[in-house]
């Protein structure tokens, strides 16, 4: 699969094309892709889709908090899974955001010779979000290509939707948020140098490095599955501001023990499917105190993650 920048990067003889922000590839996008992906794929065309970063409403409501649910990377990865063809991920700007709906079609017309266009129900594209679904069928007509405007998913009545994963990776509800998702809600970074405290004390932890755009589950302890390489590990998530140890720290840092896992992990890529929240983050008035703590969530990290899926 291509990942691309630029419209000018692809041009292909036959395509079907669907554009969205697409954050977190939920069972709604899914649904879209692996549609999309199977006709296309009947006609022996191309199935692209086209994304943005930053997400349109980052950019346009100047948006400063931790957003996403997967960076542009994670994403394009995870539309790869589902037979994508090629992802354009477009840069968001001022002079994309006032470009007209019939401006940027034309474009894409252009570039990959579009036969059907894929969006969902309420999509909008362009300035002043103009190019609405009767809109771009209008100018389906002009520019030859057949629209499809694609039904809202529900889970258990209520339509899918991206902002209410946010929110309930934000409060630490990981499991409404993997039913959604369709997968465990994931953080992946490289493992940097610590102070060496948990090594000190008999726990040893990787310090994960993360994108700091990344949207995080709120301070506490979790159990999570630890990917290194190929293989997975029960593990206990320390997400916060360790205040046993700190008085001033504003920046949450992540820390992960691996269970049943001793090698060296500097500076190697590992991935977290955070699974449940076991307790909130607490201040511990003694080491020992803290240590008979730990035991007991890993004992709990080890329950929770036997009786999962």
């Known amino acids: 699969m291509q990942h691309l920048s630029t419209l000018n ?16 590839v939920h069972l709604g996008h899914q649904s879209i892709i692996r549609n999309m992906v199977a006709g296309a794929h009947v006609k022996n065309a191309l199935a692209i889709v086209i994304t943005f970063h930053p997400h349109p409403a980052v950019f346009l409501r100047n948006i400063k908090e931790a957003y996403y649910l997967t960076s542009p990377d994670e994403r394009a990865e995870l539309l790869a899974t589902y037979g994508v063809d090629a992802v354009i991920t ?24 579009l036969k059907q266009l894929w969006v969902g129900y309420d999509f909008a594209l362009g300035r002043g979000r103009q190019g609405t679904v009767a809109i771009l069928s209008d100018l389906g007509s002009e520019f030859g290509y057949h629209l499809h405007a ?48 948990g090594q000190h004390i008999g726990i ?30 029960p593990s206990v998530l320390n997400l916060g501001y360790r205040p046993t140890f700190e008085k001033e720290m504003t920046t949450p840092r992540l820390e992960v023990h691996i269970l049943d ?49």
């Open 204 to 233: 040893p932890t990787a310090n994960l490095q993360i994108w700091p755009d990344k949207r995080l589950p709120e301070p506490g302890v979790y159990a999570a599955w630890t990917w290194v390489g190929e293989r997975r590990y």
């Open 150 to 197: 694609f039904q809202p998913v529900e889970f258990d009545g209520h339509i899918i939707s991206s902002s209410q994963i946010r929110q309930w990776v934000a409060s630490g509800e990981m499991q409404k948020a993997a039913n959604w998702l369709g997968r465990w809600y994931t953080v992946s970074g490289k493992v940097i140098h610590g102070d060496g405290r």
């Open 90 to 113: 477009l840069p968001f700007n001022r002079s994309l955001a006032d470009q007209t709906a019939h401006d940027f079609i034309s474009l894409l017309v252009e570039s990959t010779q």
């Open 261 to 309: 896992y001793s090698s060296d992990l500097y500076d190697q890529q590992v991935r977290l499917e955070i699974v449940k929240k076991i307790r909130p983050e607490q201040r511990f008035d003694s080491i020992d105190l803290l240590l008979t703590q730990i035991h007991l969530d890993i004992q709990s990290a080890r329950e929770v993650l036997s009786n999962v899926p």
């Open 9 to 24: 990067d692809l041009h292909t003889s036959d395509a079907w094309v669907t554009i969205g922000s697409f954050d977190g």
